[in-house]
């Protein structure tokens, strides 16, 4: 009995020590980290009430631990509801979202989400992936540019992932203003649907009124010729 209790004991201290390897980042400590030096950060954006963030935390633990005391990297996540301005600094449109940060640029992580895979990318699998500057403080104009262009990575990364990886880097700027634009030229095309049959409505109508007005000016005269006689 005593033994059990003891294998019980020391399960639960290793589980605790695997949780304590994920760096938990804020906003007071999120960027001073992600810009020291030749680190490399593995961060997953993540919440609470997400299953797919709920059925990676247990890989993304495993993956901590193999890298608990590494030299020069480091396993973290972000409670996007906790920490909202983190997320949309980095345009996170979707959860679980994996970035691994190193010397000033993010690279996007768009596979399968086992152990192998995420082990591949953050020790080279990353090199595959685009490279996007790190947010920067400055004219709203550049950081809307800047942001524009992160959405737009993040799309094509999406796009890899359904298969689209063998298209060049235009085709797939083509699809995106493609799916912007069609719905786009769709309600347009209603609208003028509907000005043209307001319109033939209206016109029908003037023409009915005019008919009228012709008819009783008609009926008037023809009285008052009676009248003469």
Known sequence: MNILLVLIFHLALANVSKENCVVKFTRNNFDKSI???????????????CPQSKKLQPIWTELASKYCSHAYISIAEVNSEEEPEISRDYAVLSYPTLLLFRQDRFYIF????????????????YKESTAMELPREG??????????????????G???QWGMAGLPRLAKYAVILALLFIPLVLLILCLSCVKDQYESVSYTHLRAH??????VCRLLLEKKKKKKK
């Open 139 to 156: 004219p709203w104009l550049s950081d809307l540019v800047q942001h524009t262009d992160n959405v737009l990575d993040m799309v094509i």
């Open 35 to 49: 810009k020291s030096g030749e680190r490399v950060w593995f961060v997953m954006f993540f919440t609470t009430w």
């Open 210 to 215: 005019e008919t009228s007005l012709h008819l």
């Open 110 to 125: 768009s596979g399968n989400r086992n152990l192998r895979e995420l082990e591949h990318f953050l020790l080279k699998g």
């Open 158 to 160: 999406k796009m890899d």
